[in-house]
Each structure stands twice: as C-alpha cells, then as structure tokens.
Nanobody, 116 residues
C-alpha cells in the first residue's frame, strides 16, 4: 500500500505564493506519473499539473505560467510551486501517484485558501 502525505497548504493573500509538497511512503521511480489535483467546494476534482516518468509536465490552462510541478525521485517527493495565487485557486489539493492504468493512489489533501 502506497501512502502519500501532502504538506504546505495554508492561507495566503491574492498574488502570494505557496509550495506544496507530496511525500510518498515508497519509491516513485516506478510511477508512470505523479500529479496534483484540486477540488473546490461544490465542484469536481480537477487536474492541476502532472509530471511523467520521463519528466514531461502537463498543466491545466488555469495553472500555466503560474504553477510549476517538480519531483525528486531520490527523496520520493513531488512539489507544486504556486505563484500569483488567485481566490479561484482556493481548494483542497491532492497528490496522486499513478503506477498503471488500474493502480493509483491519492493523498488526503491539503487546504489552500486564497483570500484578502
């Protein structure tokens, strides 16, 4: 069983920055992708950013130019640097580790609140 722990969430004013981190209980070297998703109240969970095993990254349109996903395979961590935060970025952010089409694990989530 893979466990994922997210950290780094909190409250920030619009325009501010946060760095989220996801630590895995096992090696992430065999994952096909690691990703960050978010879910705002009353909305479906949505993709924010992913990083594939070859290092390729993908971003939601809302995250492009503001967020950066990175990973450290040696430390089994995946980070999400979020800059120029907006109130609409407020959500619970989840880390996901995908090992195959049928095998994926989620963290418990970390709250991000952007408000003045």
């Amino acid at each position: 069983q893979v466990q994922l722990w997210e950290s780094g969430g909190g409250s920030v004013q619009p325009g501010g920055s946060l760095r989220l981190s996801c630590a895995a209980s096992v090696s992430i070297s065999s994952t096909t992708a690691m990703g960050w998703y978010r879910q705002a109240p009353g909305k479906q969970r949505e993709l924010v950013a992913t990083i594939a095993s070859d290092g390729d990254t993908t971003y939601a349109d809302s995250a492009k130019g503001r967020f950066t996903v990175s990973r450290d395979v040696a430390k089994n961590t995946v980070d999400l640097q979020m800059n120029s935060l907006k109130p609409e970025d407020t959500a619970v952010y989840y880390c996901k580790a995908t090992y195959s089409i049928r095998v994926a694990y989620w963290g418990q989530g970390t709250q991000v609140t952007v408000s003045s």
